[in-house]
């Protein structure tokens, strides 16, 4: 069984550039949701995908979007990119209605503006 | 909005000792989940807690969830250096799509 496997592992962008990093979910998890860490911090929820729709968003701005695949993989997008954008962003999968239980995490991208 | 705090924010302490940390809330969660993050990982789930008053053990943690299910804590007993990571509670809020995390206690256990 393979495990949340996210990409790139680190990227460097430059303030004003736009970002895509994707996700592919554990074999036969249909929901995926996305979290940014900033250093020393909890994960904060982003938004969740469910059946290839935003199924709950989190207190982000609109230039934070996602997309979800028929095959449950998932992308987020950043675009107009702040230094405060630095941070790793968590991917998570479960199996359910788009319920946040048993979920399981990705390794992370780490994600520098300057 | 839910929120999740977590105390101490920072423990460090010697192999064999024991240790609780905290996550509480003003808010009713229907479940609180604990997770360990190591560096360079992502969050692995230890443990789910639903029912208030339960107790779970896994090994040498233990985990409690408040009788009015607005607090949890994780005890470990005899700590040991593979103990050392992040530790995260969280919750869903009530259409159970989103999970709030607390900020976090960050243990070091030293050999």
């Known amino acids: 069984e393979t495990g949340v496997t996210q990409s790139p592992t680190h990227l460097i962008k430059t303030r004003g550039q736009q970002v895509t990093l994707r996700c592919s979910s554990q074999?036969?998890?249909?929901?995926v949701s996305w979290y940014q860490q900033a250093l020393g911090q909890g994960p904060q929820f982003i938004f969740q995908?469910?059946?290839?729709?935003?199924?709950g968003r989190g207190n982000f701005p609109p230039r934070f979007s996602g997309l979800q695949f028929p095959n449950y993989s998932s992308e987020l997008n950043v675009n107009a990119l702040e230094l405060d954008d630095s941070a790793l962003y968590l991917c998570?999968?479960?199996?359910?209605?788009?319920?946040?239980?048993?979920?399981?995490f990705g390794p992370g991208t780490r994600l520098t503006v300057t | 909005t839910q929120l999740l705090e977590q105390s101490p924010q920072f423990l460090s302490i010697q192999e064999g000792e024991n240790l609780t940390v905290y996550c509480n809330s003003s808010s009713v969660f229907s479940s609180l989940q604990w997770y360990r993050q190591e560096p360079g990982e992502g969050p692995v789930l230890l443990v789910t807690?639903?029912?208030?008053?339960e107790v779970k053990k896994l090994k040498r943690l233990t985990f409690q969830f408040g009788d009015a299910r607005k607090d949890s804590s994780l005890h470990i007993t005899a700590a040991q250096p593979g103990d050392t990571g992040l530790y995260l509670c969280a919750g869903p809020n009530n259409a159970g799509n989103m999970l709030t995390f607390g900020g976090g206690t960050r243990l070091m256990v030293k050999p």
């Open positions: 074999s036969g998890h249909n929901t």
């Open positions: 807690v639903v029912t208030g008053g």
């Open positions: 998570a999968s479960s199996l359910g209605s788009g319920q946040v239980y048993e979920q399981y």
């Open positions: 995908y469910y059946r290839e729709e935003e199924n």
